[in-house]
């Protein structure tokens, strides 16, 4: 069994700066992709960055956010700067673990981001 935990959401104000970390444990032989993404009441799970163990990276809109990995810590990290008020969502880490009954995707629990204006 894999375990997802995510932190360092909360509040903050506009045009500042939130780091979120995603710790994965349990079974695990190997992490391929991991990646953020986000979710607003009453809309569907959209894509933030995905990272891929080699450290390519894909952004649904490049600029403000950063996605980074330790893969020695199986972490994920998201680095979001100048937030908006838009940005405010559950922030959901993802990560494809390789496990002993084969290769399967994991989610978190979630992490409140709320950005006021």
């Known amino acids: 069994q894999v375990q997802l935990v995510e932190s360092g959401g909360g509040l903050v104000q506009a045009g500042g700066s939130l780091r979120l970390s995603c710790v994965a444990s349990?079974?695990?032989?190997?992490?391929?992709?991991m990646g953020w993404y986000r979710q607003v009441p009453g809309k569907q799970r959209e894509l933030v960055a995905t990272?891929?163990?080699?450290?390519s990276t894909n952004y649904a809109d490049s600029g403000r956010f950063t996605i980074s990995r330790d893969n020695g810590k199986n972490t994920v990290y998201l680095q979001m700067n100048s937030l908006k008020p838009e940005d405010t969502a559950v922030y959901y880490c993802?990560?494809?673990?390789?496990?002993?009954?084969?290769?399967?995707?994991?989610w978190g629990q979630g992490t409140q981001v709320t950005v006021s204006s």
């Open positions: 993802y990560a494809g673990v390789r496990t002993t009954r084969g290769l399967t995707g994991s």
């Open positions: 349990g079974s695990i032989f190997s992490i391929n992709a």
């Open positions: 990272i891929t163990s080699s450290g």
